[in-house]
């Protein structure tokens, strides 16, 4: 608008009759008159000047391998952007809570205005992103998947994230809308993902007949172990009472030797006395 009232006046404010003049501020106050009518607090609270300080912490970034977790939506899973801001909105804080800095550092600075006006979304008499209802929340819990990722790829899905609400807020659009459909899909997928029962116990089946095998195995080697035991005890045991008893047989074999020699020799004598 001011672009087109200097336009129009050609030259600078010099160069302007005063009717110009006036025209010009007419025209620039009937703009800003007509752009706080339309727009409310809900359609102002993001600025393009938090995303560009999203960019600016994007880019200070130090580039490493270490990764953030946390908790989110997967936003391929949600082809609704209606749906995925109005579930993923009351999480953001898994995200902010990491962004993390020194303490009245520029980075801490800017983060601070960023999570403030996180919080000032929620802080307008309506609702500027209705709440989901229980049903929508409890289905939309299948939606949301544990994320790791390096800090300057956190950044960059909360800028995309504001920068995607920045554009709803602006088109004003319905968040009552109910997301139960939408929602569902994310638990049906995981359904996909996870294989139905019975086909789950197939697949378990074979970890189940190696614990039988395994089990099997050790039960046999046991019972090998205690068999061998066993023949070893018994082979000892079997040596021993042999060698008692050939101890007694010896004894025995003596005692009963003795007497028998002492008839062979009465038997001889008898004999020569005969003869
Ligand atoms: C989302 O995808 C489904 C098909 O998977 C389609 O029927 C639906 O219209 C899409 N919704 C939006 C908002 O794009
Ligand atoms: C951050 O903000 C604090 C207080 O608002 C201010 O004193 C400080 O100078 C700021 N730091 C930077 C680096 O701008």
């Known amino acids: 608008m001011p672009r087109l009232g200097t336009h129009a006046c050609g030259g600078g404010p010099q160069a302007c009759p005063v009717s110009c003049v006036l025209l010009t501020f007419l025209l620039l106050a009937t703009c800003s008159i007509h752009e706080t009518e339309q727009k409310g607090y809900c359609e102002n609270i993001i600025t393009k000047k938090h995303l560009d300080k999203l960019q600016e912490l994007i880019d200070s970034q130090m580039l490493t391998s270490c990764h953030l977790s946390f908790e989110f939506i997967d936003e391929t899973q949600l082809?609704?952007?209606?749906?995925?801001?109005?579930?993923?909105?009351?999480?953001?804080?898994?995200?902010?809570?990491?962004?993390?800095f020194k303490k009245n550092s520029e980075n801490f600075n800017k983060t601070k205005d960023v999570q403030n006006m996180y919080k000032k979304i929620d802080e307008n008499e309506g609702p500027c992103i209705d709440d989901q209802d229980d049903h929508e929340r409890e289905l939309s819990q299948a939606c949301?998947?544990?994320?790791?990722?390096?800090?300057?790829?956190?950044?960059q899905l909360v800028k995309d994230f504001f920068g995607s609400v920045m554009v709803l807020l602006d088109a004003n659009v319905d968040f009552k809308r109910?997301?139960?459909?939408?929602y569902q899909k994310c638990?049906?997928?995981?359904?996909?993902?996870?294989?139905?029962?019975?086909?789950?116990?197939?697949e378990a089946q074979p970890k189940q007949s190696l614990r039988e095998l395994m089990t099997y195995v050790l039960v046999t080697i046991l019972a090998i172990l205690l068999a061998v035991g066993g023949l070893l005890f018994y082979k000892h045991r079997s040596q021993t009472l042999e060698r008692r008893l050939q101890r007694r047989g010896n004894d025995l074999e003596e005692q009963e030797a003795r007497p028998l020699h002492g008839v062979e020799e009465h038997l001889e004598l008898r004999l020569q006395g005969e003869l």
């Not at 949301?144 to 950044?155: A, G, Q, R, W």
């Open 187 to 202: 638990s049906d997928s995981l359904k996909k993902e996870m294989p139905p029962p019975d086909q789950r116990r197939k």
């Open 79 to 100: 082809n609704d952007s209606i749906c995925f801001v109005k579930a993923a909105f009351p999480r953001l804080t898994n995200l902010l809570e990491k962004m993390k």
């Open 144 to 155: 949301f998947k544990e994320l790791s990722m390096p800090p300057e790829k956190m950044l």
């Open 178 to 182: 109910d997301c139960s459909a939408t």
